[in-house]
C-alpha cells in the first residue's frame, strides 16, 4: 500500500516543499498537500494553538487540522539550523512538540531534527532517517536526495527569473512596461500565502509593478548588507531580510518598499525598525508597514497600498520642482 505523506501549506512550506515532495515521491510515496489557506483553514488553527502564537504558525496548526484525518503521517520536521553558526526562529525548532501539544488524534509525525550545526557526516544521517519512514534502502535514499536537490535548485532559479510561488504554485509575475518597481519584503511564508497576504502581490501585479522579493537576490549580497551591522544576526530569516532590506536601502534601485509583517513577530519589528531608520536618514526610499493578524481587514490593507502607490506616482511627478520628501 502506497504511504501518504501529508505536508503543511505553512511556515517552512514555501523555502523547502520542492525539496520535500520530490524527496518522497523518489522513494514512491505518495505527498498529500493541505488545500491553500482559507478562512476555516485559519479559524482552525486560531481555534487549536495558544494565543501568544504568531499568525503563521497558527495558520500552520489549521494546515495540520486540514491533513490529519487523510495522510500516514505528518511531515513536520524539528528544524534548528540550516546554516551553519545560524538559528531559525524558535517557534519553528519548538513547532513539533507546539503541533502534538495542541492538536488531538493525530498521525505520526516525521518530526527528524534539521541541524546545519551538527557535523556533515550528520545531514547524510539526517537524510537517511527522513527515508526511513519509507524504505530502509541507502542507495534509494540517497538517490531520492540528489533529486530532490536539483529540484530545489530549479524551485529557486525560477523564482528568480519571476515566478512567484503562490500558495504553493509558481506563477509568472513579470509585468511588461511597469509603471513602477516595488520591493516586498517579509517571511516568505507572509508574502506567499495569498489569504493571509490578502492578496498583496497580486494586487501590486494588476496595478502594472514589477516586484521584487528577497529571493530573487543574490545570497551574497544579501549576506554582504546583513554583515554590516557591528553584531552578526545569527538567526537566519533575520539575516535574509535584513541583508534585503539594507541593500535595497543603499541601492536605491526600487520606487517603494512594502514590509509584510507579523504581528508579534520579534525578527520582523526588529528588522523593519532597522530599515526605517536607515532609509529615513540616508536613501529616503518610500516605506510602507504592513502588519497582519487574524483581525486584519482587506479593506483597510487596500486603502493603505493605494495611497502608497499613488504617493510614489506623486513623488515621481512633483520631485523635480517641490521637495517629496517633506
Ligand atoms: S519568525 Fe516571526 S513570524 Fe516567523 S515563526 Fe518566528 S515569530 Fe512567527
Given at each position: 500500500?502506497?504511504?501518504?505523506?501529508?505536508?503543511?501549506?505553512?511556515?517552512?512550506?514555501?523555502?523547502?516543499?520542492?525539496?520535500?515532495?520530490?524527496?518522497?515521491?523518489?522513494?514512491?510515496?505518495?505527498?498529500i498537500?493541505?488545500?491553500?489557506?482559507?478562512?476555516?483553514?485559519?479559524?482552525?488553527?486560531?481555534?487549536?494553538?495558544?494565543?501568544?502564537?504568531?499568525?503563521?504558525?497558527?495558520?500552520?496548526?489549521?494546515?495540520v487540522?486540514?491533513?490529519?484525518?487523510?495522510?500516514?503521517?505528518?511531515?513536520?520536521?524539528?528544524?534548528?539550523?540550516?546554516?551553519?553558526?545560524?538559528?531559525?526562529?524558535?517557534k519553528?525548532?519548538?513547532?513539533?512538540?507546539?503541533?502534538?501539544?495542541?492538536?488531538?488524534?493525530?498521525?505520526?509525525?516525521?518530526?527528524?531534527?534539521i541541524?546545519?550545526?551538527?557535523?556533515?557526516?550528520n545531514?547524510?544521517e539526517?537524510?537517511?532517517?527522513?527515508?526511513?519512514?519509507?524504505?530502509?534502502?541507502?542507495?534509494?535514499?540517497?538517490?531520492?536526495?540528489?533529486?530532490?536537490?536539483?529540484?530545489?535548485?530549479?524551485?529557486?532559479?525560477?523564482?528568480?527569473?519571476?515566478?512567484?510561488?503562490?500558495?504553493?504554485?509558481?506563477?509568472?509575475?513579470?509585468?511588461?512596461?511597469?509603471?513602477?518597481?516595488?520591493?516586498?519584503v517579509?517571511?516568505?511564508?507572509?508574502?506567499?500565502?495569498?489569504?493571509?497576504?490578502m492578496?498583496?502581490?497580486?494586487?501590486?501585479?494588476?496595478?502594472?509593478?514589477?516586484?521584487?522579493?528577497?529571493?530573487?537576490?543574490?545570497?551574497?549580497?544579501?549576506?554582504k548588507?546583513?554583515?554590516?551591522l557591528?553584531?552578526?544576526?545569527?538567526?537566519?530569516?533575520?539575516?535574509?531580510?535584513?541583508?534585503?532590506?539594507?541593500?535595497?536601502?543603499?541601492?536605491?534601485?526600487?520606487?517603494?518598499?512594502?514590509y509584510?509583517?507579523?504581528?508579534?513577530?520579534?525578527?520582523?519589528?526588529?528588522i523593519?525598525?532597522?530599515?526605517?531608520?536607515?532609509?529615513?536618514?540616508?536613501?529616503?526610499i518610500?516605506?510602507?508597514?504592513?502588519?497582519?493578524?487574524?483581525?486584519?481587514?482587506?479593506?483597510?490593507?487596500?486603502?493603505?497600498?493605494?495611497?502608497?502607490?499613488?504617493?510614489?506616482?506623486?513623488?515621481?511627478?512633483?520631485?523635480?520642482?517641490?521637495?517629496?520628501?517633506?
Open positions: 500500500m502506497t504511504i501518504k505523506i501529508g505536508i503543511p501549506r505553512g511556515l517552512w512550506f514555501y523555502d523547502y516543499y520542492p525539496l520535500w515532495k520530490t524527496f518522497y515521491e523518489e522513494l514512491g510515496a505518495q505527498v498537500l493541505s488545500k491553500a489557506t482559507n478562512k476555516h483553514i485559519l479559524d482552525q488553527g486560531v481555534k487549536n494553538t495558544v494565543d501568544e502564537a504568531c499568525l503563521p504558525v497558527k495558520i500552520f496548526n489549521g494546515h487540522m486540514d491533513l490529519k484525518d487523510r495522510v500516514d503521517y505528518i511531515f513536520l520536521p524539528k528544524m534548528m539550523s540550516v546554516y551553519e553558526r545560524e538559528y531559525i526562529c524558535p519553528f525548532s519548538g513547532l513539533p512538540e507546539m503541533v502534538a501539544h495542541s492538536i488531538k488524534d493525530l498521525p505520526p509525525l516525521i518530526d527528524v531534527e541541524n546545519f550545526n551538527k557535523s556533515r557526516k545531514l547524510d539526517t537524510i537517511y532517517q527522513f527515508g526511513y519512514y519509507v524504505t530502509k534502502d541507502h542507495g534509494r535514499i540517497k538517490r531520492a536526495y540528489v533529486k530532490a536537490l536539483e529540484s530545489y535548485a530549479k524551485y529557486k532559479d525560477t523564482i528568480r527569473r519571476g515566478y512567484l510561488p503562490m500558495d504553493g504554485e509558481l506563477k509568472d509575475y513579470k509585468v511588461s512596461e511597469a509603471r513602477k518597481k516595488i520591493a516586498v517579509g517571511h516568505t511564508y507572509n508574502l506567499y500565502d495569498s489569504y493571509s497576504s492578496n498583496l502581490l497580486k494586487k501590486l501585479n494588476e496595478n502594472h509593478m514589477e516586484i521584487i522579493v528577497p529571493e530573487m537576490l543574490d545570497f551574497s549580497v544579501i549576506n548588507y546583513a554583515g554590516e557591528d553584531k552578526k544576526m545569527f538567526w537566519s530569516f533575520g539575516r535574509k531580510l535584513l541583508g534585503t532590506a539594507m541593500y535595497l536601502a543603499d541601492n536605491k534601485g526600487v520606487d517603494g518598499v512594502i509584510l509583517s507579523s504581528f508579534g513577530c520579534g525578527i520582523d519589528s526588529i523593519q525598525d532597522l530599515f526605517e531608520r536607515k532609509s529615513r536618514r540616508e536613501g529616503k518610500p516605506f510602507l508597514l504592513l502588519t497582519i493578524d487574524e483581525h486584519t481587514g482587506e479593506a483597510g490593507i487596500n486603502t493603505r497600498i493605494e495611497a502608497f502607490l499613488d504617493m510614489i506616482e506623486w513623488r515621481k511627478k512633483h520631485e523635480s520642482n517641490l521637495s517629496a520628501y517633506g
